[in-house]
């Protein structure tokens, strides 16, 4: 049985490149082995790092109910990931977290909801992680997000799958 793998994609209207990610061989964040490409796409660059559903669930190696969003163990990532996707200019980036999500044919299939300013669409694929700009979300009339936890500060708004222990899926 192979490796199960989830994935980050960053989506910029400038050119990035994986240097720029922070990847740096096999190396991203927190995990090891990723397998990292960057591809232009019809309006953006478009750079995906696909990591292992092992290490992810080990960056939250409590195992515990952890309700609230401080106490998560794995808020440092979702950090570096907004952080990340802010650097290089993303007016949206997100982080895969269901395998299917994960699966690179899906993933190409998004891009029109990218391409578009669908954040509706975006959003209601309930990401692991999913980060907007600020230009995303300047006229969106967001939906009611109380069932989703928010990162703290900004730029843009960076939303979780839910809330609680299972905010990531």
């Not at 699966?103 to 992680?129: I, K, M, N, S, T």
């Amino acid at each position: 049985m192979g490796r199960k793998l989830l994935a980050a994609a960053f989506y910029s209207p400038t050119e990035i490149s994986l240097d720029m990610l922070g990847v740096a061989g096999d190396a991203w964040g927190p995990f090891r082995n990723v397998n990292a490409h960057v591809m232009r796409l019809d309006d953006h660059t478009c750079a995906t790092v696909r990591f292992s559903q092992h290490e992810f669930f080990g960056l939250r190696d409590d195992h515990e109910s952890t309700p609230g969003l401080a106490r998560d163990p794995a808020l440092p990532f979702a950090y570096f990931f907004r952080d990340t996707a802010v650097k290089v200019g993303c007016e949206v980036a997100f982080l895969a977290t269901r395998l299917h999500q994960a699966d690179p044919e899906w993933l190409e299939g998004q891009y029109w909801a990218v391409q578009a300013r669908e954040a509706d669409c975006l959003v209601a694929e309930a990401f692991g992680l999913l980060y907007l700009d600020d230009g995303m979300v300047l006229d969106w009339d967001a939906p009611r997000l109380d069932e989703r936890n928010i990162l703290p500060g900004g730029p843009g708004l960076t939303i979780f799958a839910s809330s609680g222990w299972s905010r990531w899926f």
